[in-house]
């Protein structure tokens, strides 16, 4: 079982390049997060998609955009990276629904990947 | 809005020791708390929860309690390992119809034999 796979797991990218962030689940969850880890910092939300077929912004989402591809697919877009975007990017997955109640099924995240931008 | 501190690191123990890391919260209402534990070179993983206040969450010898009237969730191990060397991050959900996650800033965890 692979969980939540993403790709690539290193990159380098000069000032006004673009990439887009690949990552895929296999545990047919229904949401999906984008985070980026920062020394001293923590995680920081970007964007998340609480279903297939909707995004939202969250804390930190200027330069970037998501896309919902299907209910397994969540890609991380840079359309003209900065050097304030070096970091490193975790996507993530859950449920809906846990023990507990509602919104309460943990986080299952993927090995990040880290971004250079020079 | 809500958020999450806990201590700054890095955390140096020896083998056996006692573990505590501390973690207060601000937040509307009573929401669930989470420890996540992030091994090297890896993504972060859950190490427990508590939904509600008085809640012990309880993982792998660790344990934290949900403590409303000082708003924290510490972090303790009775004795740590050279394999619980890690960063520790304490969360907590940011309400709404999701499972967003605040998350505080992580500490480093460094065990020596």
């Known amino acids: 079982n692979a969980g939540v796979t993403q790709t690539p797991k290193f990159q380098v990218l000069k000032t006004g390049q673009s990439m887009t962030l690949q990552c895929a689940q296999d545990m047919n969850h229904n949401s999906m997060y984008w985070y980026r880890q920062d020394p001293g910092m923590g995680l920081r939300l970007i964007y998340y998609?609480?279903?297939?077929?909707t995004t939202d912004k969250g804390e930190v989402p200027n330069g970037y955009n998501v896309s919902r591809l299907n209910k397994r697919e969540f890609s991380l877009r840079l359309e003209s990276a900065a050097p304030s975007q070096t970091s490193v990017y975790f996507c993530?997955?859950?449920?809906?629904w846990g023990a507990g109640g509602p919104y309460n099924s943990p986080l299952h995240f993927g090995n990040g990947t880290r971004l250079t931008v020079t | 809005g809500n958020s999450v501190t806990q201590m700054e690191g890095p955390v140096t123990l020896s083998e056996e020791a006692f573990l505590t890391i501390n973690c207060t919260y601000t937040?509307?209402?009573?929401?669930?708390l989470f420890w996540y534990v992030q091994y090297p070179g890896e993504g972060l993983q859950l190490l427990l929860k508590a939904t509600k206040a008085d809640d012990k969450g309880s993982n792998k010898g660790f344990e934290a309690t949900y403590r409303k009237e000082t708003t924290s969730f510490h972090l303790e191990k009775g004795s740590v390992q050279v394999s619980d060397s890690a960063v520790y991050f304490c969360a907590l959900h940011d309400g709404g119809a999701t499972n967003k996650l605040i998350f505080g800033t992580g500490t480093l965890l460094a065990v020596q034999p």
């Open positions: 998609s609480a279903s297939e077929g």
């Open positions: 937040a509307t209402g009573y929401p669930s």
């Open positions: 993530a997955s859950s449920e809906n």
